[in-house]
């Protein structure tokens, strides 16, 4: 049975926090997400979510998430490269299998890999616990073998979930999820073992929604991007805030597209004294080590906390 609240975390206003301040007295922490997906062509069934949205056979699109893969992928590693920025890869770890040649090209870039399920067409909704701590093991041990790391980081595979999912990457130590949209900085999540961190991704700035269901141009997406960036790193200036760009190589690098995403690249990039440029396990990592046990007190200081962990009826 739901509850009226999921309790995965506390109310915490956002004015007059312990000031969080990023290494090298940065003002903001900025990440960017690349999503390196594998659909595939005939998923299993689930019973709550089909696997693409027309009836099968969709050649439309898997063809053009495919392109992602063959030609976006590439090009979107070396408009990264021009500016020095790192990418934290939210990976389908089967792509490992599939398609070694882009992790041996991220790893060559040490960039970060975090766990987005095993494909984008197999859901969480319906999993029983073994079977999600079957994909979790799965995530970790695969992405060790291929690149050496050991993940940190979890993005429920296509934001689909069950009321144990933060408990069991708390569990296996991850150190944070990118699957609340609650805040611009950190949050301690409220898990029954470990030290979980929210880390902010973003719905409003990826570009599957900017172009998707909001159907920006090009030159509005970089817009966006530039007076996001603007706003949270004049609020770092009191408390250091965190902004994430999370892309799909088959959206974002399309010919016409890319060219106005460098202009929104070049413009924060040229901000270095001000940002600190990190992958999301940095990120966490310094936030878990420094503020971590501020931001509790703080919570229970301002009489914002509550009882029980995530999904749990003693909060009700």
């Known amino acids: 049975m739901m509850t009226a609240d999921p309790n995965l975390y506390d109310y915490w206003p956002y004015r007059d926090r312990p000031k969080i301040v990023w290494p090298g007295e940065k003002k903001l922490a900025f990440w960017i997400a690349p999503n390196i997906e594998f659909y595939e062509f005939d998923p299993p069934v689930n019973p709550k979510r089909p696997g693409w949205p027309r009836p099968a056979p969709d050649v439309v699109g898997y063809s053009q998430r495919d392109w992602g893969n063959r030609v976006g992928h590439w090009r979107l590693m070396e408009l990264m490269d021009k500016y020095a920025l790192r990418g934290s890869v939210s990976l389908n770890v089967a792509l490992c299998q599939h398609h070694p040649e882009i992790i041996e090209a991220c790893v060559a870039r040490d960039w970060e ?21 079957a994909v979790i093991e799965d995530s970790i041990r695969t992405v060790q073998d291929a690149t050496g790391q050991r993940i940190r980081g979890y993005l429920a595979p296509a934001l689909t979930h069950t009321p144990r999912t933060m408990d069991l990457i708390a569990e296996y130590d991850f150190w944070y999820t990118c699957d609340l949209f609650q805040d611009d900085q950190p949050q301690p999540l409220k898990t029954r073992s470990g030290k979980l961190v929210s880390m902010p991704y973003s719905l409003e700035v990826n570009d599957v929604i900017t172009y998707g269901a909001l159907a920006m141009t090009p030159t509005r997406y970089a817009d966006v991007l530039k007076r996001h960036f603007d706003q949270l790193l004049a609020e770092g200036a009191q408390s250091g805030t965190v902004m994430c760009i999370p892309l799909h190589a088959y959206l974002v690098s399309q010919p016409h597209r890319i060219g106005p995403f460098e202009e929104a690249l070049k413009y924060i990039a040229a901000h270095k004294d001000e940002v600190w440029f990190a992958t999301a396990a940095e990120i966490a990592g310094h936030f878990r080590e420094n503020y971590w046990d501020q931001s509790l007190a703080d919570i229970e200081a301002r009489g914002c906390k509550r009882a029980g962990t995530g999904f749990d009826d003693a909060a009700a």
């Open 113 to 133: 890999f975090f766990s987005h399920g095993i494909y984008n067409t197999r859901y969480s909704y319906e999993m029983d616990e073994a079977q999600e701590r």
